[in-house]
T-cell receptor
């Protein structure tokens, strides 16, 4: 069966510090991978998605970046965090899709920037 | 602009049916409609999805309007474990567009 892991579960970082969040998927190959952010009490906002190694699409301009160094690994990074980067970060995967595929979400990382 | 609109909150008595509405008036012909639910501090969980026809699964039913500009998630008998935020989502094939969700409270 497929599983998705995210770490760390929670993170408190000072403004201006770097960020690296990792997501890995097991039990499937060539998945689509997604990074979302959820602000407190809000819906999910898609940040990045990837259909293959080294292929990253960005949906929202920001100081974040994403990389996919391996088929089932997706990393979210920042060189300098802002206060507005605080939120709940969720990674998800799906089968390659043109629509109608289920996305499976990880447990999330709660980031607080102080 | 949000692609889906939902009421912010709804209440239901335990063991009674719940109808959660969603408007998606700008939906295109190939967009799928998904419903997910989310418990506090957890990732969203798939509930159901459809394209044109009504759908049933073990968790819920999805009723899609004939013009596809609205849909309704139906929980046939609400339980306390159904208390969550329910998101109506448009799936364009490239990405999911989440609404702001409906917070469902189930009253014992």
């Amino acid at each position: 069966s497929q599983t998705i892991h995210q770490w760390p579960a929670t993170l408190v970082q000072p403004v201006g510090s770097p960020l690296s969040l990792e997501c890995t998927v097991e039990g499937t190959s060539n998945p689509n991978l997604y990074w979302y952010r959820q602000a407190a009490g809000r819906g999910l906002q898609l940040l990045f998605y990837s259909v293959g190694i080294g292929q990253i699409s960005s949906e929202v301009p920001q100081n974040l970046s994403a990389s996919r160094p391996q088929d089932r690994q997706f990393i979210l990074s920042s060189k300098k965090l802002l206060l507005s980067d605080s939120g709940f970060y969720l990674c998800a995967w799906s089968q390659p899709t043109r629509g109608g595929e289920t996305q499976y979400f990880g447990p999330g990382t709660r980031l607080l920037v102080l | 602009d949000a692609k889906t609109t939902q009421p912010n909150s709804m209440e239901s008595n335990e063991e009674e049916p719940v109808h959660l509405p969603c408007n998606h008036s700008t939906i295109s012909g190939t967009d799928y409609i998904h419903w997910y639910r989310q418990l506090p501090s957890q990732g969203p969980e798939y509930v159901i999805h459809g394209l044109t026809s009504n759908v049933n699964n073990r968790m819920a039913s999805l009723a899609i309007a004939e013009d596809r500009k609205s849909s309704t998630l139906i929980l046939h008998r609400a339980t306390l474990r159904d208390a969550a935020v329910y998101y109506c989502i448009l799936d364009t094939g490239n990405q999911f567009y989440f609404g702001t969700g409906t917070s469902l409270t189930v009253i014992p």
